[in-house]
C-alpha cells in the first residue's frame, strides 16, 4: 500500500470513495432578491458571522430560481466537482463508486432545506453551527449528486449506476452474507442483524446515503445497480 499526494497521470482499475466527496471544501450562496451571492465570514462583537462577499458573485450559469426563495442558503462543492474532472482526466478504464450522504438536485434544493445542509460533527454530536468550535470540529455538506454526474460527463465518464445504499448493498448480497451465519445463534447473529440494520434501514443510512458509479469502457449494469437504479432522477 502506497499514500498518493495526486493522482496518477493515467491508471485502469477501481476507485472507492467513501464518504470522501462530502469532506471537500465547499462555497456558501445565498438569494437575495433577483440575484445570488457568496457567504463569506465576518467578525462582529468579538464572534464569527456570516457575511456577503464584496466580490462573492455567483459564478456562471447559477441561475437565481434554483435556490427557491429570498434569503435560502445552500452549498456548492466546486472541489468536489473539480476532483472528478480530474478522475475522469486519468482513469483509462475501470470505475469509481462514491458512497455519500446527499440527493438529486430537484431534492437538494428543496424549500425546506433553506439553511442549506452544512453540518458540524464534534465529539459524536451534529449541529449546524460551523462558529461553535472553529478548528476542532468537522465540517460537511450533503452532495448534490446530479452535479456530480454531471461533472463526470463533463470529463468523458459514463454514469453506470445511482440508487440509495440501501438498494446497492441487498443487490450486491448483504442478505446472503447474513445469511451464512444461522439465526439460532443469536450471540453471533443478533451483532450482526443490527449492523445491517443501520446500513439498510431508512431510518439510519439505507436511504440518506447514495452509491454512485462513474466509469470507462465498463460493461453495464454493474451489480449493485441491478434493480433499483435511479439514474433518472439525476
Not at 462543492?77 to 482513469?91: E, K, P, T
Not at 452532495?143 to 454526474?149: K, N
Request: hydrophobic fraction near 40%; include cysteine; proline fraction near 6%.
Amino acid at each position: 500500500m502506497a499514500w498518493l499526494n495526486g493522482l496518477p497521470r493515467e491508471f485502469t482499475g477501481v476507485v472507492v470513495g467513501n464518504e470522501v466527496l462530502d469532506a471537500m471544501p465547499a462555497h456558501v450562496f445565498r438569494r437575495d432578491g433577483g440575484s445570488v451571492v457568496e457567504m463569506g465570514v465576518t467578525i462582529r462583537d468579538g464572534t464569527f458571522h456570516w457575511a456577503p462577499r464584496s466580490s462573492g458573485s455567483a459564478p456562471t450559469g447559477l441561475e437565481p430560481t434554483l435556490f427557491p426563495a429570498d434569503g435560502y442558503r445552500s452549498e456548492i462543492q466546486f472541489v468536489a466537482r473539480a476532483f472528478i474532472r480530474s478522475l475522469g482526466d486519468a482513469l483509462a478504464r475501470g470505475v469509481a463508486l462514491f458512497i455519500d450522504y446527499g440527493f438529486p438536485r430537484h431534492e437538494y434544493y428543496h424549500p425546506q432545506r433553506a439553511g442549506g445542509t452544512l453540518m458540524c460533527h464534534y465529539r459524536h454530536r451534529a449541529h449546524d453551527d460551523p462558529f461553535l468550535l472553529p478548528g476542532l470540529q468537522d465540517i460537511t455538506t450533503h452532495l448534490d449528486f446530479s452535479a456530480i454526474a454531471q461533472a463526470g460527463r463533463e470529463a468523458g465518464l459514463d454514469v453506470l449506476g445511482y440508487t440509495n445504499q440501501a438498494q446497492f448493498l441487498v443487490n450486491c448480497g448483504i442478505t446472503d452474507v447474513l445469511a451464512e451465519t444461522p439465526a439460532e445463534n443469536a450471540a453471533v447473529y443478533a451483532p450482526l442483524a443490527a449492523q445491517a440494520q443501520k446500513l439498510l434501514s431508512p431510518a439510519e443510512m439505507g436511504e440518506l446515503f447514495k452509491v454512485i458509479a462513474l466509469g470507462k469502457g465498463v460493461p453495464q449494469p454493474l451489480l449493485g445497480f441491478a434493480s433499483g437504479d435511479r439514474r433518472h432522477t439525476l
